[in-house]
């Protein structure tokens, strides 16, 4: 069966050991409260409330599901406690401004306080993390006025977010979008149009859903320099900060799925709903992007956290499953078979899982190390380093969180054998559930794009230029060898195929969506060695079992994994040609 | 929405211009009057059924399910009536002995049949394929009596079979299992024993259900080699051949599982049931192994079949969902976009289905090949020739047509976006039915074993220098260096991999483990260049949709697919070390 323990040592160890996060909280104005101590009591009772609350309401909500009726949503047994006990602990507002009722904890933490919920219950995480984005998106861009009804009561969790963009029509391509926002006299808008995918867009776990919804308004440009961004609540807010009356808007119905089957994915219909304007008019794209940005990062962390989850359920199972005998003869002698852990192909398939599990939970945290420097590092030039650098790897991580987060639940359900595929031992529900993580916030292969084109050709590669150093520096402090040297390599194909690309896309408009895919994965195993090499050199005079196994691992992902950057620089450097060469007709 | 129509021209392809398999069938006395006109025919008719019967259920069977009640098993609308029409067109029998009343067709031949049915309708097709498969364990193995009881039903499609190998506690190693079979005075067996997946145990299509049962007699050595084959009939046969009364077993439940609603997956329970010996006491997993091995060519084609039907609906759908331009301008500028398969991602999702589909075809065929040789060649040589590439490459097109399979499933969801992930749109359902032909059948870790252990090492590479030699000849055949240098590449990987796997093998006891899944992986992709080659050549001189088409795949193979075997081969020969350094407790 599944099982689940918050991976807190390893937290700690990412945080403590690996990046010093207690030095850079302490030097920074905004983090300076930020303790070890603190930090400790957070990962604990954070993994209290995964383990005790979240995760016993997995498996039935998979089962069960969520129910619509007469325009109201269900969700399954369980959700309306567990959301009540999560909200009224603050973990809503973990990481939200403290002026508005927030805590203010650095991203470095709530990037591992997400996993563990993603972890526990995937279909549960999505309705706080959503309320989460929703607020950072209100805090950058919404006026004074707005900050003040919605902040509060979305970090306290009484309400919720939802961000309303999909049209049947339209997806990836929003400036076709139609759904309208008409002014009326005073101030605020009347949207009227027809959303899908809206994940969270209706439910019963709290009195209020405040839904952050692009429309155009009549005199809006065409394409996506024409989209602005209004706050729609279902109920309409009196003076008092109370819930008032009904607003113009309800959910026609909920999509049936492959998985996160406790997570409501609603077609909200808007008619002539009152909403308020966020940010300027016709640029309610960038401003949607301060969601969707965060969101991309939680939304890797789905898949980080599920493939933790099959990894342990996985481990157990292989340690208790007797079958055959270890190739070099009993290990069990005197028992009629022996676990199935003494096998290196069943080792591979786990120490797989594990490689990306804890390779994605570090990348994930240097990712939130430089978002919390880019939010309030007192030098301006550290601050701009790390926008950039914050806008090369969000892509990555969202993106290969998720393929190897779908790539580890296969093989922690493979594990399994017959088992895995049957529904009442949860390693296929992993499977189904981490499938989405592909699919949403932008399809992992418009992640690539986003990332070969946008955030490395538009600028010459000069994010890069700062991530490879940063590779470098790493490269230089390292004491050994065996890490130094696959890492070196690693780089050396990165960096030749980003001037491949780099020159490709001079003259080439299809060479960087030919690239993309293939270059983020050269990328992202890149930046995995990156911290298997960091993780590695932290373990040094350390030999109990916990870094025994650490240096283990980081041996496992560079002689077993990280030869795929051979294969990935041979895809990226075939360029466009066989891709372009046949006419759409013969396909 | 799914949609699918059996790729004849491209079976017919393979059969005829690859393979030219009217000249072998015409020499061989077992195949001598199957004409290319009796197989357009067959194919044909074969297409309609499974567009027309098969493909329309498929859907609502996977909604609907089986349901079990009071040990019975109901399957979903439609199926008993599909079934009804399969059966009475002799589908059953396809390739069955003549001489009890099949149709003698050869295996090139049905494999491309099955592969329709699969894409068409993968539970359904479980049902006859089990049939197939027990028939010829019993043709090869059961007395005369028995197969005259049993098979004309069986080709029939009247009755149906099903295999009963695993047990709550043993699947791979069968050596531990509990199911007995005492003997009885009048020469039949009291089989006493609960048995698990067993697909096909019960259901409401046929009138009688054909087990074959592996179980113990009593004074049996231990382990593997102390296992017997039994058929073990749900209704006792009347010696006028009619259905008599019903044996002592029932179907306790059926599993739950994440795919393959619509097949029947059973606890089955021996009550002391009447059964009758197969083959020798004692040698009946080699017997059963007769079954496996056809079901594990077959279980690949699952992969071959859902990849395709994946492959067409997600280029309809490419085709026709607009979103976003071109990257070198609009195509379509008077439409609000351009349709997606103009972007290069998109094509190399699609690309990537088309290459995997088309080469698990041609080496299904290829495989079927030899086993038509195996079975009937008058040069004894080529025979056992034949018998051992057939014994060599059975585990590659079982796992590395699912393997490949899943992946295809996977990206044409992926071509769909958001809607590839509701369930009515159809995409996530192939992916979910292609899950299991990663696992059932011996999963695909063991298949891999199978190869570099018994298959390669076992005998000093023997059978592989034969496929070795094969491949080599294509390359000296070979006109185009663009084909021929990238399998001459892949071929010197593979051959440097083996060799590596015997010398390690012969020091190492965990050598064989540690590197079996990515031989399997190297030694797949070298067989699929092998046939893209083939392929690739056999288009010479044609210049239309089809063959253009053809020649495009095959470019895109070997640019961007093939380049994975860099990473496989340095998988390999990374060894052992890494898997098994650290012990079970550090996991």
Not at 64 to 76: H, R
Not at 169 to 190: Q, R
Not at 297 to 320: F, T, W
Not at 437 to 457: F, M, S
Request: glycine content about 10%; charged content about 20%.
């Amino acid at each position: 069966m599944a099982e689940y323990k918050a991976p807190i040592q390893d937290m700690q160890f990412v945080l403590n050991d690996v990046f010093k996060a207690d030095q850079l909280w302490a030097s920074m104005p905004h983090t300076a409260e930020v303790t070890p101590d603190l930090v400790s009591a957070i990962l604990e009772e954070g993994a209290r409330l995964c383990e005790n609350e979240l995760f016993p309401i997995n498996r039935s909500g998979d089962e069960e599901g969520c129910t619509w009726k007469d325009g109201a949503v269900t969700t399954p047994t369980g959700f309306k406690d567990a959301y009540k006990t999560y909200a009224e602990s603050g973990w809503v507002g973990l990481g939200g401004d403290a002026e508005f009722g927030g805590q203010g904890m650095p991203k470095m933490l709530t990037v591992m306080f997400e996993e563990m919920v993603y972890a526990a219950n995937t279909s549960f995480a999505l309705y706080p993390v959503l309320s989460a984005g929703a607020s950072l998106c209100l805090l950058r861009h919404a006026s004074d006025e707005l900050k003040q009804t919605y902040l509060p009561p979305l970090y306290e969790g009484r309400w919720s977010g939802s961000m309303c963009l999909t049209e049947p029509h339209c997806g990836t391509d929003l400036g076709i979008m139609k759904t309208k926002a008409v002014p009326n006299d005073d101030g605020s808008y009347a949207i009227s149009g027809t959303k899908i995918f809206i994940t969270g867009g209706e439910h019963d776990l709290t009195d209020n859903i405040i839904h952050l919804v692009l429309a155009k308004l009549p005199d809006a440009p065409a394409g996506s320099k024409g989209i602005s961004l209004f706050v729609v609540p279902k109920f309409l807010v009196n003076d008092d900060g109370s819930v008032g009356e009904r607003n113009a808007l309800s959910c026609g119905s909920i999509e049936h799925k492959m998985g996160i089957k406790g997570s409501a994915t609603c077609v909200m219909n808007f008619d002539g709903a009152q909403g308020w304007l966020v940010g300027d008019a016709n640029k309610g794209l960038a401003a949607m992007f301060t969601m969707m940005n965060y969101e991309r990062l939680s939304i890797g962390l789905q898949g980080v956290g599920l493939g933790e989850v099959s990894y342990q359920s996985a481990v157990a199972y292989a340690k208790d499953r007797i079958q055959s005998r270890a190739p070099g003869g009993a290990v069990q002698p005197d028992a009629a078979a022996d676990p199935i852990i003494v096998h290196p192909d069943v080792r591979r398939m786990l120490l797989t899982q594990r490689a990306y599990n804890e390779g994605g939970r570090a990348f994930a945290a240097y990712v939130g190390m430089w978002l919390d420097i880019a939010k309030g590092h007192p030098d301006a030039a550290e601050r701009e380093k790390a926008e950039g650098l914050v806008a090369l790897l969000t892509p990555v991580a969202k993106a290969y969180f998720t393929d190897r987060g779908l790539d580890a639940t296969i093989l922690g359900q493979q594990v399994f054998g017959g088992h895995g595929y049957i529904r009442e031992w949860g390693m296929e529900q992993f499977v189904r559930d981490a499938r989405i993580a592909q699919i949403y916030e932008g399809t992992n292969g418009i992640q690539a794009l986003d990332l070969a084109g946008r955030k490395v050709a538009a600028n010459g590669g000069q994010w890069f230029e700062i991530f490879r150093t940063e590779i470098q520096t790493v490269i230089d402090e390292l004491t050994d060898e065996q890490f130094a040297q696959p890492l070196r390599d690693a780089l050396e194909k990165l960096s030749d195929a980003t001037a491949f690309l780099l020159d490709a896309a001079a003259g080439d408009a299809n060479a960087v969506g030919a690239a993309s895919c293939d270059y983020l994965n050269l990328f992202g195993l890149t930046a995995y060695a990156m911290m298997w090499a960091k993780m590695a050199q932290a373990t040094a005079g350390k030999d109990d079992d916990f870094h025994r196994a650490k240096r283990a691992t980081a041996s496992f992902f560079m002689q077993r994994l990280l030869p795929e950057t051979t294969a990935y620089h041979a895809k990226v450097k075939a360029g466009s040609e066989s891709l372009m060469a046949a006419p759409a007709e013969l396909f």
